[in-house]
């Protein structure tokens, strides 16, 4: 089973930063994407950012330039570092491991969530 721990997320005021991560573990042989995605209340879930195993990184519109994605994929971990944050930035952020391997089995697994609230 692929485990997801995600940490990082607060309250932060417009213009403010915050930086999330993400440690996947559970003997995983690899992973083929790492990202983020997020659901404010009321709304559906959405793409934040994805990163591939080759460093190939996907963005939605509304965090290009303000949001970055990093990994290490010898430690399975994911970075999302959030700069100039909007109080449109709220909600729950999901950390997702896309194709896990364990063995000879794929996993798309979620972590639990992490509350960013952008606020003054």
């Known amino acids: 089973q692929v485990q997801l721990v995600e940490s990082g997320g607060g309250l932060v005021q417009p213009g403010g930063s915050l930086r999330l991560s993400c440690a996947a573990s559970?003997?995983?042989?690899?992973?083929?994407?790492m990202g983020w995605y997020r659901q404010a209340p009321g709304k559906q879930r959405e793409l934040v950012a994805t990163?591939?195993?080759?460093?190939?990184?996907n963005y939605a519109d509304s965090v290009k330039g303000r949001f970055t994605i990093s990994r290490d994929s010898a430690k399975n971990t994911v970075n999302l570092q959030m700069n100039s944050l909007k109080p449109e930035d709220t909600a729950v952020y999901y950390c997702?491991?896309?194709?896990?391997?364990?063995?000879?089995?794929?996993?798309?697994?979620w972590g639990q969530g992490t509350q960013v609230t952008v606020s003054s």
């Open positions: 990163i591939t195993s080759g460093g190939s990184t």
């Open positions: 997702n491991a896309d194709r896990a391997r364990i063995g000879l089995l794929l996993y798309n697994a």
């Open positions: 559970g003997g995983i042989l690899s992973i083929y994407a």
